[in-house]
């Protein structure tokens, strides 16, 4: 297969949010990933962790491959984001819910990947989210409009690959659409 | 005779525009006719809402003639920026640079179609029911969720009938994703499609995803 360029997906979030399960739910080839032993306060609750980056390929057909990136979640690999996020067509952010500040998670997301924010897509992924809580998501869009972001916002399961798609479409949507003249 | 529309203005300020360019109509050769809505030569719109500095990008890519009103201070005072409050002088220097700009133009006049519509914008994207409902409700989605849009122009991008469309408006309206405005738009707005990657990807990527 011959590539003409590199075409780039970034799915970033928290750490334990579920970014190496849904690029395995998208990726047409078993992912690469760079996991270590986890050795922080994540060892609770999984046995390892992304310490550079997770990658799955979409095959479009033989001359074209979409590439999904997914980040180290913790902030201390921030440097990897930039690396990342350099030339990706958009970016898709997974947010735990279950967590005691998911909107300052969000907003760690957001200003660490500016450049992708502001000029290209971002979609956002809102996981743990409860059947009973039905207006969970209002809370993320009333913040990302007061940093005047508007995206598709979607409760997701990654291990469930129609979740997936449905997010990836919301995001590809955009990008085709959404900047219009 | 040129046209003038006011948009969003406060009453004071439309005063001191009404009052000066009807003494300048009466007293020179300059003649104006004030409108509400409607065509017109030029635009003033009120930049401080998010509505106004939309339809004066709006009708600045339709290369309308806009005179922008704000009370911010980081204007540029060679160009159509007034701030609030307006003063006479500064309606004048604008005016100014309106005739520099005909003179100098070839381009025959034109004039901005302005009309008081509803228009719809997304608060939230919406569920699968919805977005089952036409195929190019994602592409209307894209949009919308970004700005607003009048029926005509969800039209044109879903490629609906007025009474599919009516029914994306209503369920969406229904479960609270949808914001509906009474405001000035610009008529002839064309929708272009941009994208960062080869033109066919993102097809082919959406075909490639649901396909599996």
Redesign the interface.
């Known amino acids: 297969m011959i590539i003409v360029s590199e075409?780039k997906f970034i799915i970033t979030g928290t750490a334990g949010v579920g970014k190496t399960t849904a690029i395995t739910s998208?990726s047409d080839v078993p992912p690469v990933t760079t996991d270590a032993l986890t050795t922080d306060e994540l060892a609770d609750i999984k046995d390892t962790t992304t310490t550079a980056f997770d990658f799955g390929e979409?095959?479009?057909?033989e001359h074209?491959c979409?590439r999904i990136y997914g980040t180290p979640g913790q902030e201390r690999f921030r440097h990897m984001w930039e690396i990342l996020a350099e030339g990706a067509?958009g970016l898709v952010i997974l947010i735990d819910h279950s967590r005691e500040k998911p909107l300052e998670d969000l907003n760690i997301y957001l200003n660490n990947f500016p450049k992708l924010v502001e000029e290209?897509a971002v979609a956002i992924g809102v996981t743990r989210v409860e059947p009973n809580e039905q207006d969970a998501?209002e809370g993320y869009?009333q913040a990302l409009e007061d940093k005047l972001i508007?995206?598709?916002?979607?409760a997701v399961d990654p291990r469930e690959?129609e979740d997936m798609?449905?997010l990836?479409?919301?995001l590809?949507?955009?990008?085709?659409?959404?900047?219009?003249? | 005779m040129r046209t003038i529309l006011l948009s969003g203005l406060r009453r004071s300020d439309e005063l001191v525009f009404t009052s000066l360019l009807t003494l300048l109509s009466n007293n020179t050769d300059e003649k104006w006719e004030i409108k509400t809505k409607g065509s017109s030569d030029i635009v003033v719109v009120d930049v401080d809402t998010r509505n106004g500095l939309e339809l004066a990008r709006n009708l600045e890519?339709c290369d309308r003639q806009v005179i922008r009103v704000t009370t911010s201070s980081d204007t540029d005072e060679s160009a159509l920026w007034l701030r609030k409050p307006v003063r006479s002088t500064e309606i004048i220097r604008c005016i100014a640079v309106l005739n520099e700009s005909k003179l100098s133009s070839n381009e025959p006049d034109s004039k901005a179609i302005l009309d008081v519509k509803s228009t719809y914008r997304l608060?939230?994207?919406p569920n699968?029911d919805i977005m089952n409902l036409f195929p190019e409700a994602?592409?209307l989605?894209?949009?919308m969720?970004?700005?607003n849009l009048t029926l005509e122009e969800a039209m044109l991008?879903s490629k609906q009938g007025k009474d599919s469309l009516m029914r994306f408006i209503s369920l969406c309206k229904k479960y609270n994703f949808l914001r509906e405005n009474t405001q000035h738009v610009v008529k002839d707005v064309?929708?272009?499609?941009?994208?960062?990657?080869?033109k066919n990807?993102?097809?082919?990527?959406?075909r490639?995803?649901?396909s599996?």
């Open positions: 075409l998208l979409i095959l479009l057909d074209t979409i067509l290209s998501l869009y508007y995206c598709p916002v979607m690959r798609v449905d990836m479409d919301s590809v949507s955009y990008l085709d659409y959404a900047n219009a003249s | 890519r608060r939230r994207w699968k994602r592409q989605a894209a949009v969720i970004r700005r991008i064309t929708i272009a499609k941009r994208s960062a990657a080869p990807l993102f097809s082919k990527l959406r490639k995803l649901m599996k």
